[in-house]
C-alpha cells in the first residue's frame, strides 16, 4: 500500500473545514498534549491558533534546541540545467518561458564546485527542471561520480524517477531527495501542470514511496505555497510525513516551506500567506514533530530569516545562484525565481552567530553512504 | 574518588561529555574544560579531519582531552566497520563509541547489527564503547566479545529525561565485568548523581550541557554531581527499608523474659 491509497481516502474540502472548524481550546490542548496528533496539528496551523503564535514559538524554539541544540546547517543549491519539458504556471523553467536554455557541462559544473566550495560549503543541492532526454538518470550519474569527491552530503531536487534509478544514484553519492507535491490539491494540481510528465499527479505522490524503497538517506518534502490553500495542504504534507516515518523508518525527512516568488512570466500567487502565518506553519511543524528537519531558503526575507533561525528552523542556504552556471559567470538572466536575501555565506553565517547559533557545513560523511 | 580505568586508559573524572549542539566552538571548549571531563566524544560525520582548522577538532587540542569517535550517522555493521577504520586512521585513536541506530528518528541503537561490529572491531584492535539499549543480555553478549564498556541509555538521546530504564540499568550494574557508562537522556545534574549513585562508572552528557542557558556553568554542575555520586556510591548509601525501625521495638517485650 502506498501513500495514494490512504490519500484517495480522503476529502479536500472536508479536510480544509475541519481545520478551518477549530477553536482555541483545540489550540490550547495541542500545545499541552505531550505528543501531538494530526488532529493537534490541525488545530496549531488553524486561525484559532493565531493569537497563540508567541507560544508556539517559545514551545518550537525549546523543542528545536533540545534536538538540533543551537546550531542551523548551510547548504547551497547548483542548477545544472534549467531545460524543461513541462509547463508548470509558476515556474520561471517552464517550456512555455522563451528563456534561453542550457544543462552544464562536466567542465562548467567544476567550475560551480570550485566557487561553491570557496564558500566554505559541504553540502551541495543538485537542481534542474524535467528534461528527461538530456537530463535524466545517465547524466546524474556523471555529475555524481564528478562532484562526489567535493562534497559530504549530496542532495537532489530534480524530476521524480523510478525506483531503479535511484537505485543506481544512491550508491554513488546521492544522500537526499527533495520532491515537493507543489500542491495536494488534485484538480488544481491539473491546472498548474497542464503539459508535461509533471501534469501526472499520481506519479509524483507516490514518488517518496519510491525513494523509501529505494532506501535513500533522507527524503525532503512540501508544497508550493500560495498555489492553493496553505493550511490544507500542510496538513497533507504532515500527514504524508506520517505515513513515511511510519512506514519508510530508517530514512530521515525534512519539509521546507517555500513561498511563490516573482519569476519571469510570472503568475500571481492564488493565496497571499503572511510572514506571521509562515511562521505559525514552522512553529506547527515543530511541535508536530520534534525530530524532522526544517529548512528555509533564499526566498525569504533577510528580515524574516535573521528572526525564525530561533524558532525552529534548522537548515538554510546563503548566497544562492537560481540560474546554470551562476556561481562562476555572475549571471542573473536565466533564474528559476528570484532570491529575496541576497546576502553571502559568510555574512549569513555573522547573522546566525550574532543570533547565539552555530553554522554547521559538514553533518554528513561519505564513509556513511 | 577512586579513578576509573577502561582498556588501557585511567580517568580521574567519571563525566565523559559529548561535542553536538553547542552555539559556538569556542563555548563548546569552555564547558568542556569547566565539566572536567577526560574523555570526549565527536561526531565522525561533523568533523572534517583534513582539515586541522575544523571547528570542533581544533577546539580539543587540550592534552586532557581524550577523543572518542563515535559512528552516528551509520545504519549497519558494515558502514560502522568502515567509519571505525577511518576515525582511527583520521584521529589517531583505537577507541571507539560504536554507535549504529538505523533509525534516525529517535536514534535508538540496533542490537543485532551493534553486536555484529563490535565483534568485528573488536578482532580489528578497537577499544569498542557501544551505545545500546538497557538491555542485560546485550550487556553481557558484548562484554562476551570483548567491549571495553557498555554505555546503555537512561532514555532515549537528546531527551533528558533521566533514567527511565533504572530497573535495567540496576541489573546491568550488578552483573557486568566491563565498565557501565550511561549515556543518552541524562537531562539534569540530579539524574547523573542517580546514576553514579546507583554504581555507574561514569555517565554522558551532551545536551543538557550545551542547550542550557549557560553550558560553562551547567558543566561545573554534572561534574559536582558526579563526583557526589560517585562519592555517596563509595561510602555505601544508607539502606532503604521497606518497614519503619520503631524506637521502642514491638517484639523488645521477648527480651525481658
Request: some cysteine.
Amino acid at each position: 500500500m502506498s501513500f495514494k491509497h490512504i490519500f484517495n481516502q480522503l476529502n479536500w474540502n472536508e479536510i480544509k473545514e475541519s481545520i478551518y472548524a477549530k477553536t482555541a481550546s483545540d489550540v490550547e490542548r495541542a500545545l499541552m498534549h505531550p505528543v501531538r496528533s494530526l488532529e493537534d496539528f490541525k488545530a496549531l496551523i488553524s486561525p484559532a491558533a493565531a493569537p497563540y503564535l508567541e507560544q508556539m514559538a517559545a514551545l518550537s524554539q525549546r523543542l528545536t534546541q533540545k534536538r538540533f541544540g543551537k546550531t542551523i546547517q548551510m547548504y547551497l543549491p547548483m542548477y545544472l540545467s534549467n531545460e524543461c519539458q513541462n509547463i508548470c504556471t509558476y515556474c520561471g523553467f517552464s517550456l512555455d518561458n522563451p528563456t534561453p536554455r542550457t544543462t552544464l557541462t562536466p567542465e562548467q559544473i567544476l567550475k560551480e564546485v570550485e566557487v561553491i566550495k570557496s564558500y566554505g560549503y559541504d553540502h551541495v543541492l543538485l537542481v534542474t527542471g524535467e528534461a528527461n532526454k538530456t537530463v535524466g538518470v545517465e547524466y546524474f550519474k556523471e555529475v555524481l561520480q564528478l562532484i562526489r569527491p567535493y562534497f559530504s552530503h549530496i542532495s537532489m531536487e530534480v524530476q521524480p524517477l523510478d525506483r531503479q534509478e535511484y537505485e543506481q544514484l544512491i550508491p554513488l553519492g546521492l544522500n537526499t531527495v527533495l520532491v515537493y507535491q507543489e500542491t495536494y490539491h488534485h484538480e488544481d494540481y491539473k491546472k498548474h501542470h497542464p503539459k508535461g510528465k509533471k501534469s501526472n499527479f499520481t506519479y509524483r505522490l507516490e514518488t517518496p514511496d519510491r525513494l523509501g524503497k529505494a532506501g535513500v538517506h533522507k527524503i525532503g518534502l512540501g508544497v508550493l505555497i500560495g498555489l492553493e490553500d496553505w493550511r490544507t495542504d500542510s496538513f497533507f504534507t504532515a500527514l504524508h510525513l506520517q505515513y513515511l516515518e511510519r512506514t519508510y523508518w530508517q530514512t530521515k525527512y525534512s519539509i521546507s516551506f517555500p513561498r511563490l516568488r516573482p519569476f519571469s512570466g510570472g503568475l500571481t500567487p492564488k493565496v497571499d500567506m503572511n510572514d506571521r502565518e509562515l511562521v505559525q506553519l514552522i512553529c506547527a511543524y515543530r511541535i508536530f514533530n520534534e525530530e524532522v528537519e526544517l529548512s528555509l531558503s533564499t526566498r525569504e526575507s533577510q528580515h524574516f530569516r535573521n528572526n525564525v533561525v530561533r524558532l525552529g528552523i534548522t537548515s538554510i542556504s546563503a548566497g544562492s545562484k537560481t540560474d546554470p552556471g551562476g556561481y562562476a559567470s555572475g549571471q542573473q538572466a536565466l533564474e528559476q525565481f528570484e532570491i529575496s536575501d541576497e546576502r553571502s555565506p559568510a555574512e549569513i553565517v555573522q547573522m546566525i552567530r550574532n543570533q547565539g547559533y552555530d553554522a554547521i557545513w559538514k553533518d554528513w560523511d561519505n564513509v556513511l553512504g | 574518588m577512586t579513578p576509573l580505568t577502561i582498556a588501557d586508559k585511567t580517568f580521574n573524572s567519571r563525566l565523559f561529555t559529548g561535542t553536538g549542539k553547542f552555539s559556538s566552538g569556542q563555548q563548546m571548549e569552555e564547558a568542556l574544560l569547566a565539566s572536567g571531563s577526560e574523555l570526549v566524544t565527536v561526531a565522525l560525520k561533523r568533523v572534517d579531519v583534513q582539515n586541522e582548522q575544523d571547528d570542533i577538532l581544533s577546539h580539543l587540542g587540550h592534552p586532557q582531552f581524550n577523543l572518542l569517535p563515535n559512528t552516528s550517522g551509520v545504519r549497519n555493521a558494515k558502514e560502522a566497520v568502515f567509519a571505525a577504520q577511518l576515525a582511527r586512521e583520521a584521529l589517531e585513536t583505537n577507541w571507539l563509541k560504536l554507535e549504529i541506530h538505523p533509525d534516525p528518528k529517535y536514534l535508538l541503537p540496533d542490537p543485532i547489527e551493534t553486536l555484529k561490529a563490535a565483534e568485528e572491531l573488536v578482532k580489528l584492535g578497537f577499544v569498542v564503547l557501544p551505545y545500546i539499549h538497557a538491555d542485560p543480555v546485550l550487556c553481557k553478549r558484548l562484554e562476551e566479545v570483548g567491549v571495553a564498556a557498555v554505555m546503555p541509555l537512561g532514555s532515549p538521546i537528546g531527551s533528558n529525561n533521566g533514567l527511565q530504564t533504572r530497573a535495567f540499568l540496576e541489573i546491568i550494574i550488578q552483573q557486568s565485568k566491563v565498565p557501565v557508562v550511561v549515556d543518552a537522556g541524562i537531562g539534569a545534574p540530579s539524574h547523573a548523581a542517580e546514576a553514579m549513585e546507583l554504581g555507574a562508572d561514569a555517565v554522558l552528557v551532551n545536551t543538557a550541557i550545551a542547550v542550557s542557558q549557560q553550558p560553562v556553568q551547567m558543566a561545573k554542575a554534572f561534574k559536582m554531581a558526579v563526583e557526589a555520586g560517585r562519592m555517596a556510591y563509595e561510602a555505601k548509601l544508607a539502606p532503604v527499608g521497606v518497614t519503619a525501625h520503631a524506637s521502642s521495638p514491638l517484639t523488645a517485650f521477648l527480651d525481658e523474659l
